[in-house]
């Protein structure tokens, strides 16, 4: 994987002369900010030791099914810790290459928003978010490697950075991701059986709590000021951020790295994937699969009126009560 990889963005930078604030509720929000810091190198028991077979993955809201396969348990001990090790620094992996993504556009939302209430929030969200890069880097490696960031999160991400307007980052990243990050964090919080990460993603859970709500109380302020070509790009954006997260494709693209985990244990993929095919692709299992888009992203979506009669019909396509 290349390293450094360049992407050009038509980012309009604002300058901001009148200092006074003008949004309480994010000056509010700054102020939180502030006496919430906290230190990843010193605030984190890194002399907490790490069973990497506990650690976990955040399947189906905290129950892995993967385990119960048959295919799994005739695996050797040994064996079955080494892709559990793989599994969880795949999934952390997304999480660390996330917190870039934001990091980024946190430093945009900087350059790009227009009141300086939200210049101030956006600034501290910055370094939260270099803090979530160094924390789960640090966390990642004490397990495995860093495995490469997924295509359909890349998307989402670069979609994101590269958009015109600074309300669609707002969307994509304030409200979308960061909403699913603190949904996955809390439910990693409660599936975890290794106490580090358990206080890891607490102390993140709680300053993506704050970014969700910037996107909020911005967005609910924003959207109604918009021309109504514009927010119905807005709207458009939202949807096809969701679908690329919560679409067909990306059940496929999720099983491809985690075959290829299995494979480099030593599984049998034919016989791993027929069995999957048997007992996770039956609609009975489709339905009861949690969904985190449902869950965490759908009602933040509607509390900001983002879902209309216009674009309801394309979550529903996703298999989206909204
Ligand atoms: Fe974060
Ligand atoms: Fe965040």
Redesign the pocket.
Known sequence: MATLEEIVTPLKTLWRFDYDSNVKALRDLYELAKKEQWNAATDVPWELETDPARVGTLDMGGEDPILEMDFIKELPEDKRVDLAKRRSAWQLSQFLHG?QG?MLC?GQLVETVPDMDGKFYAST?VI??AR?VEVFHRYVKRLDRVYPIMPNLKALLNAVLGAELWQMKCVG??VI??SL??GSFKMMKKGTGDELLRQIVEL?AQ??A???SYGLIYMKEELPKMAEDERNAVEDFALAGVGLLAGPDNEAALGAPLLQMMGEVGIDVDVAVAEMAAKLATPEARASRFNPFQEYVVPQLKRIDLITERTAPGYRAMGLEV
Do not use: G, K, W, Y
């Open positions: 917190e934001a946190a969200q939260d978010e979530h990243m304030q991701a960061e990050a603190m993140t300053d993506e704050r970014h969700v």
